[in-house]
């Protein structure tokens, strides 16, 4: 038996002091007007304090792993990525976790090629791996797999929250999923299987090689796909166009729709709880239970 947690899209924002010159002609200005004028930041005005009764409240209740599935900055600012990593207390918490990248983390190709999602949070990106190659990595947990992929890509346009993950990484994902030792894999990435109507994301919005993946990873024996992006929890069991039990984490910061999932798995059944945080308790409340088979 094991019991994770898994949480998403935590998006703590930073101060205007990052700003660098080449950032007001870049994709970071209608993602800045997005957070501020629009409302984001208001919606996420909670989030370090969240995250840190969060992590509280988690030392309290014997978890065996963390699972992060992306989107833990606004803007993908070195700023935002050091508080994310305070805040989430990564490399000081007792419970190890994993890590992968979201599209807002990848805010711009320049934050992408920086590496510094990689740098702080590194600790929760140990593992097996192929070569030197950062991605894809596993991590055990008990006799289960997480295998991290990343799908950000550092799109260009403002319109473009898509992701890839390439034909390089998937080939290594293959290679990984054939080497790892017998145990149920469990895919962690950003992006979304399905929609919870079972339909595809739209393309701007997706995973554009999305049908390679699900192809190599049901070859390679994984039985759950975990993933954030959207914002509203939801869980899918294999039917149909789905071609695995998907859970979406949510977000765990934004106003009124703050919440993560604590799965406990056995064999190949899958039981959840999802938590909700109550503001006026300063606290998170179960409010929901299901059921997937991994079968
Ligand atoms: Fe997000
Ligand atoms: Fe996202």
């Not at 703590?12 to 957070?35: C, E, P, Q, Y």
């Not at 006799?143 to 473009?160: C, E, F, M, Q, S």
Request: proline share 4%.
């Amino acid at each position: 038996m094991i019991r994770l947690v898994h949480f998403s899209d935590i998006h703590i924002s930073s101060a205007l002091a990052d700003w660098r010159r080449g950032d007001w002609f870049s994709k970071r200005v209608t993602s800045w007007m997005n957070h501020r004028l629009l409302g984001r930041a208001r919606r996420f005005a909670l989030a370090d304090e969240i995250v840190t009764r969060l992590m509280d409240e988690l030392l309290r209740r014997g978890v065996d792993h963390l699972v992060f599935s992306g989107d833990a900055t606004a803007l993908g600012f070195e700023s935002e990525l050091r508080r994310a990593t305070e805040v989430l207390r990564v490399g000081q918490y007792p419970i190890p976790g994993m890590a992968v990248p979201g599209n807002h983390d990848y805010c711009t190709q320049s934050a992408a090629a920086s590496g510094s999602f990689e740098r702080h949070f590194a600790p929760w990106q140990e593992g097996q791996r192929i070569g030197e190659h950062r991605y894809p990595f596993a991590q055990q947990v008990g006799p289960a797999w997480l295998v991290g992929v990343n799908a950000a890509t550092g799109n260009r346009w403002p319109w473009d929250a898509s992701g890839r993950i390439g034909a390089a990484q998937l080939e290594r994902l293959r290679q990984l999923l054939d080497k790892l030792p017998a145990g149920l894999r469990i895919l962690v990435v950003h992006y979304p299987l399905r929609l919870k109507s079972g339909r595809r994301e739209f393309e701007s919005h997706g995973l554009r090689d999305l049908n390679a993946l699900v192809t190599i990873a049901q070859a390679g024996g994984v039985k759950l796909w975990l993933h954030g992006h959207r914002h509203t929890p939801y869980h899918l069991q294999q039917s149909g166009s789905v071609a695995l039990p998907a859970i979406c984490a949510g977000t765990a910061t934004q106003h009124g729709i703050w919440s993560y999932g604590e799965y406990v798995i056995e064999g190949e059944k899958l039981q959840a709880v999802r938590w909700n945080y109550d503001p006026q308790g300063r606290s998170f409340r179960s409010v929901e239970e299901f059921t997937l088979h991994l079968g």
